[in-house]
């Protein structure tokens, strides 16, 4: 369901049942821009019919916040330009060369290449994965950059992060609201941890026990505490979380 934040603000929110995060959508007077191209086809096919049912215009611009299938494999799907950093256009530059037969993905898998988490989320998304098609982004950014969408803009940071070093975030000034995607997470491919596919709602809890990268997490934060939000959307979490909620939790994992 598409859910609207303030005047130019509004997601479509997350699904933990194959991973599908909540994708973002900034509306300014001259052109629309989304957050985040998600995971598959009908992924996108589902955010564009909530927005042509309340009479909102295609995005002409996608920011795709990390390298992560569930954030990048809709980007073959979406309308207008897509965008990403340079890191996260040379991950999918090499994941559009993968072949997705039941052998391949195992290989993956036991190559560290895929984690258990994703291997089964896919599974959830593509009951056919051969029709998995990545491509990389249409733009690749070197640091950060802002759009102008009249009216109101969206600051693109390139920012790194506990979750993964090729992360984008999506400031919006006016609104001052923050589209984090997955950078305030853990760093899910080098931990060592398990969970039982058949229940991707006990997920977010196991997340939860997990540590940080602490050399990533204190920068992050550093950062975070310099941009002028009051608000902001984690890309799997179910609910606006507000400035101090967020820091508050975050700081709460920084050893000193
Ligand atoms: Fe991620
Ligand atoms: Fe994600």
């Known amino acids: 369901m598409l859910h609207q934040i303030n005047e130019h603000i509004w997601f479509l929110e997350a699904d933990y049942r194959s991973d599908r995060p909540a994708l973002g959508y900034i509306r300014g007077e001259r052109m629309a821009f989304a957050v985040d191209a998600g995971a598959s086809?009908?992924?996108?096919?589902?955010?564009?019919?909530e927005l042509q049912m309340r009479g909102l215009p295609l995005p002409a611009f996608t920011g795709i916040s990390h390298y992560h299938w569930d954030h990048s494999y809709g980007a073959a799907f979406v309308h207008g330009v897509t965008?990403?950093?340079?890191?996260?256009a040379d991950q999918l530059r090499r994941e559009a060369e993968w072949?997705?037969?039941?052998?391949?993905?195992a290989n993956r898998l036991k190559a560290g290449q895929d984690i258990l988490f994703g291997y089964h989320s896919k599974l959830a998304e593509y009951p056919d994965p051969s029709v998995i098609r990545v491509?990389?982004?249409?733009?690749?950014?070197?640091g950060s950059a802002e759009f102008d969408l009249?009216?109101?803009?969206?600051?693109?940071i390139d920012c790194g992060g506990p979750h993964s070093d090729d992360h984008l975030i999506f400031f919006i000034p006016e609104e001052?609201?923050?589209?984090?995607g997955d950078a305030s997470g853990k760093e899910l491919f080098t931990l060592k941890w398990d969970y039982d596919p058949r229940h991707p709602e006990q997920l977010q809890d196991i997340l939860a026990g997990?540590?940080?990268?602490?050399?990533?997490?204190?920068?992050?934060?550093?950062?975070?505490?310099?941009?002028?939000?009051?608000?902001?959307l984690f890309a799997h979490a179910d609910r606006i979380w507000s400035r101090e909620e967020l820091?508050?939790?975050?700081?709460?994992?920084l050893i000193s």
């Open 99 to 105: 072949h997705w037969t039941p052998e391949e993905m």
């Open 150 to 156: 009249g009216g109101v803009s969206v600051q693109v």
């Open 135 to 142: 491509t990389a982004p249409d733009i690749a950014l070197e």
């Open 83 to 88: 965008l990403a950093s340079d890191r996260c």
């Open 210 to 232: 997990l540590p940080f990268n602490q050399a990533k997490l204190r920068p992050f934060v550093d950062r975070l505490e310099k941009l002028d939000f009051d608000h902001c």
């Open 41 to 49: 086809r009908a992924h996108v096919e589902l955010f564009y019919k």
């Open 176 to 180: 001052r609201f923050l589209f984090l």
């Open 247 to 253: 820091l508050g939790d975050l700081r709460s994992h």
